[in-house]
């Protein structure tokens, strides 16, 4: 029987050790990212104002982004939408290239499926690039 060549088996061990690296998932306070930061969380550069129904059927969500890094930045936030504790849609909102310590202020608007059934929203997760 031929054996697995030490250089394929520390390929392996390197190769998955990159993978689950970029599969990291961190949640703070019920919000979750795949922003590796543990300096500045990309939740914390949220305020996550709510959702409201709109004049026109859709649903409207308002937030504040700072961002605390020294570089520009790209989000991405994801909002759900919810009857109850069922998940009806989810819609993102991206931002793009707000510079360091620069505020953004977000009034979104969804056209969500069954939108007469949302009870509430909720900021799933926040994501920064760059």
């Known amino acids: 029987m031929r054996h ?15 993978l689950a690296s970029a599969c990291r998932y961190d949640e703070v306070d019920g919000v979750g990212s795949r922003t ?5 969380p990309p939740q914390l550069d949220v305020e996550f104002a709510g959702c409201e ?16 890094t020294d570089a520009p930045a790209t989000y991405e936030l994801t909002v759900g939408f919810y009857d ?3 998940r009806l849609a989810q819609r993102s909102h991206w931002i793009r290239e707000l510079r360091p310590a620069e505020t953004a202020e977000i009034d979104a ?22």
């Open 53 to 68: 129904p709109g004049a026109l059927g859709q649903w409207d969500a308002r937030a504040t982004v700072v961002n605390p």
């Open 4 to 18: 697995f060549p030490r250089f394929w088996s520390l390929f392996l061990v390197l190769a998955l050790a990159l």
């Open 36 to 40: 590796a930061d543990d300096e500045f």
């Open 109 to 130: 608007g969804w056209w969500v499926e069954s939108a007469d059934r949302v009870t509430h929203c909720r900021l799933l997760t926040v994501n920064r690039f760059g």
């Open 84 to 86: 109850g504790d069922v």
